[in-house]
């Protein structure tokens, strides 16, 4: 039983260099969510997919792309890394069924953009 | 501009005494808050929720009040543990889809 599951857990990116962290989870969740976390800053929503074949941007989604590649998978990508994108990323997925309910989050990806 | 707002940083308690840990926030829209803990390299765990229609929600020793009118969100743990010691978010939705956060208070539990 595993959740949530981000890969890679650590990243090093050289300025304008791109890559993909990947998100998949198990719980059979029809949303799933991107943020950030950087200090004093919370977390914030970068992406979210309400259900398998949309996504909606949310608070800073600038210098992202995002795919919802089934119902398990959503990916995050940076095509050009900037400084700035330096953080820690979490996923993080959530049953939508009318109701209140909480999301469940990976354990992050610590990206370092030099 | 921050619709959530945890505007102590830090808190530090005796343990078996109570922590309480606030929140604010603008959005008079917001209907469901949540409460989750976080452990250092790990990600966000949830602890606690409340609902715009309660005024408060206990599960064992954590509490959620919700004050709608002064659009005030607080937790209370008691009695307060070393293993409680961990950073705290507070988190608000208007639509079940945008969760936003507070920046996160630091609770220190000294045996």
């Known amino acids: 039983n595993a959740g949530v599951t981000q890969t890679p857990k650590f990243q090093v990116l050289k300025t304008g260099q791109s890559m993909t962290l990947q998100c998949a989870q198990d719980?059979?969740?029809?949303?799933m969510y991107w943020y950030r976390q950087d200090p004093g800053m919370g977390l914030r929503l970068i992406y979210y997919?309400?259900?398998?074949?949309?996504?909606d941007k949310g608070e800073v989604p600038n210098g992202y792309n995002v795919s919802r590649l089934n119902k398990r998978e959503f990916s995050l990508r940076l095509e050009s890394a900037a400084p700035s994108q330096t953080s820690v990323y979490f996923c993080?997925?959530?049953?939508?069924?009318?109701?209140?309910?909480?999301?469940?989050f990976g354990q992050g990806t610590r990206l370092t953009v030099v | 501009d921050q619709q959530v707002k945890q505007n102590s940083p830090s808190l530090s308690v005796q343990e078996g005494r109570i922590s309480i840990l606030n929140c604010d926030y603008t959005?008079?829209?917001?209907?469901?808050f949540l409460w989750y803990k976080k452990y250092p390299a790990e990600g966000p765990t949830f602890l606690i929720s409340?609902?715009?229609?309660?005024d408060k929600n206990e599960d064992g020793r954590f509490t959620v009040f919700l004050n709608k009118s002064a659009k005030h969100l607080s937790l209370h743990i008691v009695p307060s543990q070393p293993g409680d010691s961990a950073v705290y978010f507070c988190a608000a939705s208007v639509d079940f889809n945008k969760f936003y956060f507070g920046s996160g208070t630091k609770l220190n539990v000294k045996p």
């Open positions: 993080a997925s959530r049953e939508q069924r009318g109701v209140n309910t909480e999301a469940f």
């Open positions: 997919s309400a259900s398998e074949g949309t996504t």
């Open positions: 719980m059979n969740h029809n949303s």
């Open positions: 409340i609902s715009s229609i309660k």
């Open positions: 959005n008079s829209m917001f209907d469901y």
